[in-house]
């Protein structure tokens, strides 16, 4: 028999060093010795409800152990010294030092209580404290108080069930009573004989209950009537098809990820395995995230969705929302890294044979010529898409719903969760279409696998060859010959513009020098003309970018646009993503060469422009400029970012100037402009401007010993520091400009590097002596014997090249304010001689064009539709023109700017919508057998983008289609909706206009070869006209005519149908747009889907009051995309005949006539 407890030794010293090392609590205690006469020091440490005491700190076993599970401890009071510790204390006694005790006392029988004591009153109280927390005494306190309660319970329900057993006994005596005086009142009362009266009776009572019966259900069937009429009994019907449908999305979005698991990620996991892996197994995990979990986690959602309808009617989802929301928080780690996994898919497939194996997986015919890309894409929009199903059900969900509370906790979960999602969506739209563009290109692109480079616009112009000597062969510009050979699908990014030719198949390929660096590039929007021999339909519409590539020869590309306004846009676009790069490069240059400060540096110094504050919220994302973008944003930052002098991103002056209504007016943005013209210094916080200012050697003159003079002392005058920086290698260059945009033919104004004498001082001073002169010489503006600016043809054209790399060189700032500073009349010595300052001027005077320009060139109607500020923006330029201080080429942007706001757009020479509805008043049209085919489809593409072209963007913002004012919110939209229903009612009329069913075959086939035309045509408006009037109810029953259509027009209604279907959100017709150059005719119901999604997931403002920029930026590339389509016309002649015959309503039935014509002609066949 065990006489004692085993301990095992080794697991108690394991404990006592764990307790030493990490212990809650540590240190040196006094521990009275077991007779109560001597105090020993000890050192203590404890473990959870463990106190380990050791010799020295320095032991390394313990000991011994004490178990505080259920102790009390408590301070306790000093003991009174006896005569012994009096006189002991006298001779420096530690007793008497340590008056701080406190004890342990243990709840076991026969265990002493432990007495302790410390040197000081806070180290007692907290050693006291984690004793009392480690003795679980709380806990053991609560669950005595629980056991009371429960033994309490206990009693109670004894005593109900004492009471119970009672009551049943109680119950089954009066029962038992029941039935005994039930047995005496029939003995003491026979049956007695039916007599002739109970028999009436009886038929009596039959009768009215047979009628109460009829009654009663016809009393039912009435109330059941009126309920299925009712609005409540619509509400559940459209409560149940919203879950109908909610379960086929769920089935479909399953079916999709199942495929990106099976036939991409679990694949490639096998390749990653093989002997040479085409990609790592870190890559594969870095693409496809978590979306396996994703996938399991929605097959138990689709699987709990399907027993619910399978209890139908009864359809209760709250408690299905509930199990699933937390395991929603998956989708932020897929959110979060989804941009960086297109990254790592990009790189990728730069392998060769990684992306022949990724084209065969994606060959498969579960994909549906679908990329991988697209598949990743599907989980991003599902979150979206599930608050849109919670925003219909809650819509048709009355608010005495038993679920109503719990679908609204669910909506605003879920739209929370949304909110992390909305910047990313945006950005990937961006990979994505890169991504597409680039597998568009036979010989690949490798530029568009660098996420930094951000779409801007794609379309088709003509580019005119020039000859060896660089001159346009004589009379080619207007040629026929031309437009067909020489049109080009061009593409332009923030950082390269790309210029290709359509092969066949839709294929793109690279034209010679096709790949062109803006930054090399020199654009010049209105060149000197060529010819007399030139086509008078092309005056005015070319442009030509000079291309200066630093490896190789220059050379110059020359383009031409359809119209007017299309060219604006290309100039505009191209102007802003060259000005963006080189006044980045600018600045860096500036930094690197004056200052330890980077440009990134300057950045993070400014909190303002990264961390979160009451009136700003930022988002994970960079723009182009490498600063986050804005989330949310009060009016007084959004107008500050859009003036702030370092950067400017493209991406934030679309979006800003696009959605500026909806949250300001006109007047304030022109005010801010004109604002920082006037105190530019405000546009840099002063933080920044410390920076800015700053030299690399404690604010020293590099060039030298400084001046004696006041100035080189006062604090932001002092001219600009001069670097003299010997180059570390033969082979560096850099190309860096300053460029004064709204320049016409090309005077803008571009400084590269320059160099200097070994006494950059005294050459600097010496080179600027022609610039007191009262007229500028541009053929004097020399920095020692090295040319400012090249001079060619009468033109100032940017040199962005750099000198011998042996020179010493300026640094791009100073040499920005040297050359501005001598090129005006009338200037200040001291100002001229760089100040510091004035560069800031130069660059705020920059911006305001800058930002003017692309508002009147690309937002023209804000100006048409308010005189009163397109006077105060005419009366802000000619006082900016009458300035002394402005630069020559900064007036003549003023005045190029008040020239587009005063003169009249001559259009592109295309038949106007009013003009053609004007001629078909009062014609007579012919009948559609006298039309072809071709004709049809041409006039109709005609009218369709003549519709589509004039919707104002303004209408694409607060969903004003969809309230009851539509008509007056969103006119063009309606018109554009109606003209869609006239034309489908046209087709649909035609049809049934014939009683001989061959001659309704002929009619089908027609317009279905009328709409594969509009297919090649880009009119996918008019390709969904034609198949939604086939599959009208009207139509789609003639079966008798359908059994005659050919197969091969059946396989194209067929394949049209497939193209423009709704099936996950329009995906095969966003792929076909995306393939697609301008002109284009797109559905415009799939973009206000797309709006409506958007506007329906955020409000326009937070509960701070801040604007919602992240919604206004996917709003406006949204519109970009529609405005990029309604620019490009078509080259359609316009024939007044087949457009009459479009256009003619007068014989076009509704759809009541039309389903009783159809029932007319091939009547209901008996069931």
């Given at each position: 028999m065990q006489k004692g407890i085993r301990l095992n030794d080794g697991h108690v010293t394991y404990l006592g060093l764990l307790a030493k090392k990490d212990g809650t609590r540590r240190g040196c205690l006094s521990k009275k010795s077991s007779d109560n006469t001597k105090w020993h020091t000890k050192w203590f440490a404890l473990l959870q409800n463990m106190l380990f005491y050791f010799e020295s700190d320095s032991s390394s076993r313990p000991s011994g152990l004490y178990l505080l599970e259920g102790c009390v401890c408590d301070r306790a009071p000093s003991p009174k010294p006896s005569l012994s510790a009096k006189e002991s204390a006298g001779g420096g006694s530690v007793e008497g030092a340590l008056p701080y005790y406190f004890t342990v006392s243990?709840?076991?029988?026969?265990?002493?209580?432990?007495?302790?004591?410390?040197?000081?009153?806070?180290?007692?109280?907290?050693?006291?404290?984690?004793?009392?927390?480690?003795?679980?005494?709380?806990?053991?306190?609560?669950?005595?108080?629980?056991?009371?309660?429960?033994?309490?319970?206990?009693?109670?329900?004894?005593?109900?069930?004492?009471?119970?057993?009672?009551?049943?006994?109680?119950?089954?005596?009066?029962?038992?009573?029941?039935?005994?005086?039930?047995?005496?009142?029939?003995?003491?009362?026979?049956?007695?004989?039916?007599?002739?009266?109970?028999?009436?009776?009886?038929?009596?009572?039959?009768?009215?209950?047979?009628?109460?019966?009829?009654?009663?259900r016809r009393k039912w069937k009435t109330i059941i009537q009126d309920y299925i009429r009712s609005p409540h009994a619509e509400s559940m019907r459209k409560r149940n098809q919203v879950v109908f449908s909610m379960l086929e999305a769920e089935a479909e979005y399953v079916q999709q990820l199942h495929i990106l698991v099976n036939n991409f990620l679990r694949p490639l996991r096998m390749a990653a395995s093989s002997k040479k892996p085409p990609i790592t197994h870190d890559d594969v995990s870095s693409i496809f995230l978590n979306s396996e979990t994703i996938m399991?986690?929605?097959?138990?959602?689709?699987?709990?969705?399907?027993?619910?309808?399978?209890?139908?009617?009864?359809?209760?989802?709250?408690?299905?929302?509930?199990?699933?929301?937390?395991?929603?928080?998956?989708?932020?780690?897929?959110?979060?890294?989804?941009?960086?996994?297109?990254?790592?898919?990009?790189?990728?497939?730069?392998?060769?044979?990684?992306?022949?194996?990724?084209?065969?997986?994606?060959a498969k015919p579960d994909c549906e010529e679908r990329t991988l890309e697209t598949f990743l894409t599907y989980p991003m929009f599902q979150i979206p898409r599930y608050i849109l199903t919670l925003h219909e059900l809650l819509a048709h969900t009355p608010h005495e719903h038993v679920e109503r509370n719990s679908l609204e906790y669910a909506k605003s979960k879920l739209e929370e969760l949304s909110r992390i999602m909305h910047d990313e969506v945006s950005?990937?739209?961006?990979?994505?279409?890169?991504?597409?563009?680039?597998?568009?290109?036979?010989?690949?692109?490798?530029?568009l696998l660098d996420t930094s480079q951000t779409f801007v616009r794609q379309g088709s112009l003509i580019q005119v060859p020039m000859t060896e000597k660089g001159k346009i062969p004589r009379g080619r510009l207007g040629s026929?010959?031309?437009?067909?050979?020489?049109?080009?699908?061009?593409?332009?990014?923030?950082?390269?513009?790309?210029?290709?030719?359509?092969?066949?198949?839709?294929?793109?390929?690279?034209?010679?020098?096709?790949?062109?660096?803006?930054?090399?590039?020199?654009?010049?929007?209105?060149?000197?003309?060529?010819?007399?021999?030139?086509?008078?339909?092309?005056?005015?519409?070319?442009?030509?970018?000079?291309?200066?590539?630093?490896?190789?020869?220059?050379?110059?590309?020359?383009?031409?646009?359809?119209?007017?306004?299309?060219?604006?846009?290309?100039?505009?676009?191209?102007?802003?993503?060259?000005?963006?790069?080189?006044?980045?490069?600018?600045?860096?240059?500036?930094?690197?060469?004056?200052?330890?400060?980077?440009?990134?540096?300057?950045?993070?110094?400014?909190?303002?422009?990264?961390?979160?504050?009451?009136?700003?919220?930022?988002?994970?994302?960079m723009n182009s400029c490498k600063v986050l973008q804005i989330r949310y944003a009060s009016v007084e930052r959004l107008l500050e970012r859009l003036t702030d002098l370092r950067f400017l991103s493209i991406d934030f002056l679309n979006t800003f100037l696009h959605s500026y209504r909806v949250f300001t007016n006109a007047d304030v943005v022109l005010d801010k402009l004109i604002t920082i013209y006037k105190k530019p210094i405000s546009a840099i916080p002063a933080r920044s401007l410390e920076l800015f200012f700053a030299s690399s050697q404690n604010n020293k003159l590099l060039y030298g010993e400084p001046p004696k003079s006041p100035r080189a002392s006062r604090k932001f005058s002092s001219p600009p520091p001069l670097t003299i920086a010997k180059t570390s290698s033969p082979n560096r260059r850099r190309k860096l400009s300053l460029n004064i945009p709204?320049?016409?033919?090309?005077?803008?104004?571009?400084?590269?590097?320059?160099?200097?004498?070994?006494?950059?001082?005294?050459?600097?001073?010496?080179?600027?002596?022609?610039?007191?002169?009262?007229?500028?010489?541009?053929?004097?503006?020399?920095?020692?014997?090295?040319?400012?600016?090249?001079y060619n043809n009468g033109m100032v054209v940017s040199s962005c090249r750099e000198l011998d790399s042996n020179r010493s060189a300026l640094s791009a700032a100073s040499a920005f304010a040297i050359a501005t500073a001598g090129a005006n009349e009338g200037f200040p010595t001291d100002q001229r001689n760089g100040d510091k300052e004035f560069v800031i001027r130069r660059a705020a005077t920059n911006r305001v064009l800058n930002?003017?320009?692309?508002?009147?060139?690309?937002?023209?109607?804000?100006?048409?539709?308010?005189?009163?500020?397109?006077?105060?923006?005419?009366?802000?330029?000619?006082?900016?023109?009458?300035?002394?201080?402005?630069?020559?080429?900064?007036?003549?942007?003023?005045?190029?700017?008040?020239?587009?706001?005063?003169?009249?757009?001559?259009?592109?020479?295309?038949?106007?919508?009013?003009?053609?509805i004007q001629q078909a008043e009062g014609g007579k049209a012919e009948p559609f057998e006298n039309h072809s085919a071709l004709e049809i489809a041409e006039q109709l593409t005609l009218l369709d983008h003549l519709v589509f072209k004039v919707i104002p963007y303004e209408e694409f913002f607060g969903q004003g289609w969809m309230k009851n004012d539509k008509n007056e919110k969103t006119p063009y939209i309606m018109k554009t909706t109606k003209h869609f229903n006239d034309i489908s009612n046209l087709i649909a009329t035609e049809i049934l206009r014939w009683e001989d069913v061959n001659m309704r075959v002929a009619v089908i086939e027609k317009w279905v070869a009328v709409a594969d035309i509009c297919r090649c045509l880009h009119n996918y408006n008019a390709v969904l006209e034609i198949t939604s009037s086939l599959n009208r109810s009207s139509i789609f029953r003639l079966k008798k005519t359908w059994l005659k259509v050919s197969k091969q027009t059946k396989a194209v209604i067929d394949k049209l149908q497939k193209l423009v279907s709704s099936e996950g959100r329009f995906k095969n017709l966003r792929e076909a747009l995306k393939n697609c150059d301008p002109p284009c005719v797109p559905y415009l119901g799939m973009y206000l889907t797309d709006l409506a999604f958007i506007e329906e997931g955020t409000p326009n403002y937070t509960e701070d009051n801040l604007v919602n920029f992240s919604k206004m930026r996917m709003i406006s590339h949204i519109i970009r995309e529609i405005r990029q389509f309604q620019q490009t016309s078509y080259k359609i002649e316009y024939q007044p005949k087949a457009t009459l015959y479009l256009l003619d309503q007068s014989s076009v039935l509704d759809e009541e006539s039309l389903y009783e014509a159809s029932l007319r002609i091939e009547p209901k066949m008996p069931t």
């Open positions: 243990f709840n076991h029988d026969n265990q002493k209580a432990l007495e302790l004591r410390t040197e000081d009153v806070k180290d007692c109280d907290e050693w006291v404290a984690a004793i009392t927390h480690a003795s679980y005494r709380n806990l053991a306190t609560e669950h005595e108080a629980l056991m009371q309660k429960y033994l309490h319970l206990l009693q109670i329900v004894e005593t109900e069930k004492t009471v119970a057993k009672q009551l049943r006994q109680q119950i089954e005596d009066g029962e038992i009573e029941i039935e005994r005086l039930k047995s005496e009142k029939i003995q003491s009362n026979p049956t007695a004989a039916p007599n002739d009266d109970d028999l009436e009776i009886k038929k009596i009572k039959k009768v009215q209950s047979f009628l109460r019966g009829w009654m009663c399991f986690l929605h097959q138990i959602f689709y699987q709990g969705l399907k027993a619910r309808i399978a209890s139908w009617p009864t359809l209760v989802l709250a408690d299905l929302f509930d199990i699933l929301l937390p395991m929603l928080n998956i989708y932020q780690e897929f959110v979060r890294n989804h941009q960086y996994s297109l990254q790592i898919l990009a790189h990728c497939k730069q392998n060769r044979d990684f992306d022949k194996l990724l084209k065969q997986y994606e950005e990937t739209e961006n990979i994505r279409k890169n991504l597409a563009i680039e597998r568009m290109i036979v010989e690949g692109c490798e530029i026929l010959s031309l437009k067909k050979e020489g049109e080009r699908q061009c593409f332009l990014f923030s950082k390269h513009l790309i210029i290709c030719t359509r092969g066949s198949g839709g294929k793109l390929h690279l034209t010679k020098n096709g790949v062109v660096s803006l930054i090399d590039c020199t654009l010049i929007e209105e060149p000197e003309g060529t010819d007399d021999e030139c086509g008078q339909d092309m005056e005015h519409l070319d442009f030509k970018i000079v291309v200066e590539p630093k490896d190789s020869q220059s050379f110059t590309i020359i383009l031409v646009a359809s119209s007017r306004q299309e060219k604006s846009a290309w100039t505009s676009d191209i102007s802003q993503c060259i000005d963006n790069i080189r006044c980045n490069g600018l600045m860096m240059n500036a930094f690197e060469e004056n200052s330890k400060v980077t440009v990134p540096q300057m950045i993070k110094s400014d909190a303002s422009l990264y961390c979160d504050d009451v009136d700003i919220r930022f988002s994970k994302m709204i320049i016409t033919g090309g005077k803008a104004l571009d400084l590269a590097a320059l160099s200097c004498s070994s006494n950059g001082y005294a050459g600097m001073y010496s080179s600027m002596s022609p610039f007191s002169k009262t007229t500028l010489d541009i053929n004097k503006l020399y920095v020692s014997k090295f040319s400012l600016f090249s930002v003017l320009r692309h508002w009147v060139s690309k937002h023209s109607q804000d100006f048409e539709s308010n005189t009163e500020l397109k006077l105060k923006v005419i009366s802000f330029l000619e006082e900016v023109i009458h300035d002394p201080e402005l630069l020559t080429q900064e007036r003549k942007a003023a005045a190029n700017i008040i020239r587009t706001l005063t003169q009249e757009d001559p259009g592109d020479n295309q038949i106007t919508l009013e003009e053609v």
